[in-house]
């Protein structure tokens, strides 16, 4: 694998709480999952955030002053680039069961009450993290095809610029021609079959 290639594998990990102590909390239990995690004291700073890079998941603290939880997620739905960023709220023990129902009604993926069993987040993260690195595979590889299709329309348009120069009777240029044709697709559909 390139270097180039584990960059963009990395999947960063937004942890927004307001409270210091949960945030190192959440820092030691996702340590050994070896990816970037990146602090926000607040729904203002997560916000930010989210607009200067992608994230595989979204940890979010329910109760902070200003912009709390739910707003935050609601307008972490709103954004284009991160819209479909995976949400999962944490809650303290006082919280009744409206908060998980409004944590869901506001696009959560899951809703963790505190505290929280470190095996448990870690797996659930565990889980968005490889979705989050699936994407970007299945990315990679719809740009690759896009890139062959191109190449493809571009053969077939020299073919016709080839008939209309030569006429419809010269087989043997078109032979050579579709012969590269086939052979593209081929390659198209070996890249499908990774």
Known sequence: MSGKTAI??????????????NLEA??????????PLVRARSGEEAMTALLRQPFAVVLLD???PGMDGFETASRI???DGAKDTPIIFLNGPESDSGYAFRGYATGAADF????????MLRAKVSVFLDLHRKNRQLER???????????????LSSIEEELRRNGPNDLTVLGHQLARIEDALGELR?????
Not at 10 to 20: G, K, Y
């Open 62 to 64: 329910v109760r902070m």
């Open 77 to 79: 739905k709103r954004l």
């Open 26 to 35: 959440l820092e030691a239990v996702l340590a050994s999952l070896d990816e």
């Open 112 to 119: 963790l009450t505190k505290p929280f069993d470190p095996w």
């Open 8 to 21: 963009t594998d990395r999947a960063s990990i937004l942890l927004v709480d307001d409270m210091e102590d």
């Open 141 to 155: 590889m719809l740009a690759q095809d896009q890139k062959q299709l191109g190449q493809i329309t571009d053969r």
């Open 190 to 194: 070996r890249g499908r079959g990774r």
